[in-house]
């Protein structure tokens, strides 16, 4: 009789819980109720995060077979389109093509709308409207050690510069500096967002675009980096994703493959 009194209440007590989680507009947690020698335990089990948490990056063209299959037919992503600052929704079309035996099977991503986005990116709380846009960088400008990037942002100055490591010499292609690093500064915090290792093949880095992506009032960046051989990966920081003491965080990342 005792124990069943314990159950009804331990029952109870687990609903008025959830109610309550439901009247403050919060979402309710789930419970699970377990009866250990003749005492309840109200167990709650923390639910995954949720996937609009994640960043993900996406661009109109050719993916391999081996690359996460990208997206489906009908998605809705947003887009960072050039010159006027706007993020704003872009439904994707996605098909597959073979180009013959002994030759991969390709999905080739494009969009239905004649703007060309710098990148699509969903996910993270991002969402559409006017953005800062303080820089909008091109392929013929690859970032190099004597020409740093200043950028200033509401009331913080911040540059993004080529540092090179202790040994001096100097990559032989493309003279990037033996084990470079890149390195984001404002005021007294430094952060190193990439690093060269050794001297890669045509290594190449390249600021795509600089601004207010998340609208926090500070520095958000999407550049390309590489380690040479002709691969390059673009890559999102977000500063309303950094952690304590950080400027920024990479939120998300595209790998492009080269021939």
């Not at 609009?52 to 990208?70: F, H, I, K, M, R």
């Not at 915090?189 to 795509?208: I, K, N, T």
């Not at 920081?237 to 021939?259: D, I, N, P």
Request: net charge negative; with cysteine; charged share 25%.
């Amino acid at each position: 009789m005792k124990k069943r009194v314990l159950i009804a209440i331990a029952v109870v007590l687990a609903l008025s819980w959830t109610f309550a989680g439901r009247s403050d507009g919060q979402e309710p947690k789930a419970s699970v109720v377990t009866i250990v020698g003749g005492e309840s335990h109200v167990i709650h089990e923390h639910r995954p995060e949720s996937e609009s948490t994640q960043v993900e990056l996406l661009d109109v063209g050719d993916y391999y077979p081996e690359q996460a299959t990208v997206a489906k037919s009908g998605e809705t992503w947003l887009g960072l389109e050039g010159g006027n600052s706007l993020l704003q929704s872009f439904r994707i079309q996605v098909k597959t093509t073979d180009y013959g035996e002994g030759t991969s099977e390709m999905q080739h991503v494009t969009l239905d709308s004649v703007a060309q986005p710098l990148f699509l990116v969903r996910g993270g709380g991002l969402s559409a409207g006017p953005v800062i846009t303080l820089l909008e960088g091109t392929w013929d400008q690859p970032l190099v050690e004597k020409s740093p990037v200043a950028l200033r942002l509401a009331d913080a100055s911040y540059e993004l510069k080529v540092v090179r490591s202790e040994d001096t010499a100097a990559c032989e292609q493309e003279g990037l500096p033996l084990n470079a690093r890149l390195i984001l500064t404002s005021g007294e915090s430094r952060q190193v967002l990439y690093s060269l290792v050794d001297c890669g093949g045509d290594a190449s880095w390249y600021l795509l675009w600089a601004g207010d992506l998340d609208r926090d009032g500070k520095l958000d960046l999407f550049v390309s980096v590489s380690q040479g051989d002709h691969d390059s990966s673009r890559k999102l920081f977000l500063s309303s994703k950094a952690g304590k003491e950080r400027l920024v965080k990479e939120v998300a990342e595209l790998v492009s493959y080269g021939c």
